[in-house]
């Protein structure tokens, strides 16, 4: 068997096996939304999105006043006001970015509360035009965090379901060894592979959730779409949303020093539009 032969049947495969794992999405159910303020004028954009994911979602919307001053340390009540099934939206950075050790660091309360909290964290770093439109058009980067793409989505569908759009991204970078539990738990080399190969590699990371997404549409009252693209992950997020201007919604890994961490810190870092990480 040729190369070529090999690698087409490796696809047939790897499309096999993902769409034998049914992805069972369903929309996040999401029982109340924290907007956090710091006495800056980021608060109007908190309070923005915050009112936006609560309206479109019917949870209920709280207001926090982090503790402010040179002593005060804010991080307690903001875990002790959003817990598991909650949204916290919250403005960075709370201090200043650093890079520490050559890790990427949105200030140290945002990264301890990316770290610790139980909810799901949006950081906004810029004023958002219209926050219902933003909210109501996610993008979902499936590789931020390839391990909570489910979670993700999920998260995302709750905020496109009743007449929104959600797009779906999933992304191969050619530079970057392909690991992926559900590609037959194989690690590959994309220099060894085609550019048509290493996009059907990324149509089949996608595939469970595109099925779900596709058969349930019209029950949820969303527009799917799906895209596949070549390069890095971060990069081809922004680019993708530099006119849907929708929220960018990622999994989220609670240890800074991993590489989904790293990854999904640059996205916020690099972005104008408000990152939900689930």
Known sequence: MSDKDDLKQQMASFEAARIARPANLAPAVIAGVVAVHDGTDQDATVDA???????????????????????????????DAAGEGDVIVVPSPFGRDYEAEGQLSLSTTIDLLLARSKAAVCVARAPVADAAACVARPVVGLQIDRHRKVAATAMALSLAKGGGE???????????????????????????????????LASARAAALTADLQKHAGEWHVEPRVQFALGDTVELLLEANEERCGLLVAGRDRDPRSEEAQRAHRLILSSRWPVLLV
């Open 49 to 79: 999105l915050a009112q936006a994911i609560a309206q479109r979602t019917g949870a209920r919307l709280t207001t926090l006043a982090a503790p402010s001053g040179p002593d005060a340390d804010p991080l307690p009540a903001m875990l």
């Open 166 to 200: 959600l797009l779906l991204l999933s992304t191969v970078d050619p530079h970057t060894a392909i690991e992926d539990e559900e590609l037959l738990a194989r690690r590959f080399d994309p220099r060894d592979m085609s550019p048509e190969i290493l996009t059907g």
